[in-house]
């Protein structure tokens, strides 16, 4: 059963937020950030975004309180686009979508954008090539948790219903291709 959810995936810098709010403006939905529930439980502890993700490795309760809220939200919500590594595995029903992009143009991105939550809440390194590493830290972290976890690879695009690469795609173009492919899956 299809629901009128979109579950947004995709690499550090790819564009999830900026695509899933924009989406969700465009159809008058709902939008939910399980990477904001996430900084904020980091914020919560003093700890940074990837050493929320390395002790979320030995402490799996992270995890799961964000994870409870997705599989919450997927039981009682409709009309709503979530962007999340995981959601897409506790919402099947949901059009899929996974925004990928080298992790170096993503250090690049993040950096020129000035983007205050994220400068804030992560230890972040002023040279794009550093910046790059630790985001890979962060996707090998996310990577062994999720495997352990749930036997999951959220960055295999096989879960997918639509791929997009955001280094060959403005925000416009991405955010247009999702509510189109959107549009077709429903009709489907």
Same mark, same amino acid.
């Given at each position: ?14 564009? #999830?937020?900026?695509? +899933? ?6 159809? $008058?939905? *709902?939008?939910? /950030? ?7 439980? $980091?914020? =919560? !502890? $003093?700890? %940074? ?7 979320? =490795? ?12 997705? !599989? @919450?939200?997927? #039981? /009682? ?18 059009? #899929? ?14 950096? &020129? /954008? ?5 400068? =804030? ?7 794009? @090539?550093?910046? +790059?590493?630790?985001?890979? !830290?962060?996707? %090998? /972290?996310?990577?062994?948790?999720? #495997? ?12 997918? %219903?639509?791929?997009?690469?955001? &280094?060959?795609?403005?925000? @416009? *173009?991405?955010?247009? *291709? ?11």
């Amino acid at each position: 059963m299809k629901k009128h959810i979109i579950t947004i995936a995709g690499r550090p810098g790819s564009g #999830k937020s900026t695509t +899933a709010k924009a989406v969700a403006e465009q159809l $008058g939905f *709902q939008h939910f /950030s399980s990477g904001d529930l996430f900084r904020a439980i $980091g914020r =919560e !502890r $003093g700890i %940074d975004v990837l050493q929320t993700n390395l002790s979320a =490795e030995e402490n799996a309760e992270v995890d799961h309180i964000v994870d409870g809220r997705l !599989r @919450e939200i997927g #039981k /009682s919500e409709d009309q709503l686009v979530v962007d999340s590594r995981l959601a897409w595995h506790w919402m099947p029903f949901s059009f #899929k979508v996974f925004l990928n992009l080298d992790l170096l143009e993503a250090a690049q991105r993040i950096l &020129a /954008s000035g983007d205050s939550r994220r400068l =804030e809440n992560e230890k972040v390194h002023m040279d794009p @090539e550093e910046y +790059a590493k630790i985001l890979q !830290r962060r996707l %090998d /972290s996310e990577s062994r948790r999720y #495997k352990k976890l749930y036997d999951v690879d959220p960055y295999d695009t096989a879960h997918y %219903d639509l791929v997009i690469d955001t &280094a060959k795609h403005n925000i @416009e *173009q991405t955010i247009q *291709q999702v509510i189109d492919a959107y549009t077709e899956w429903r009709e489907q």
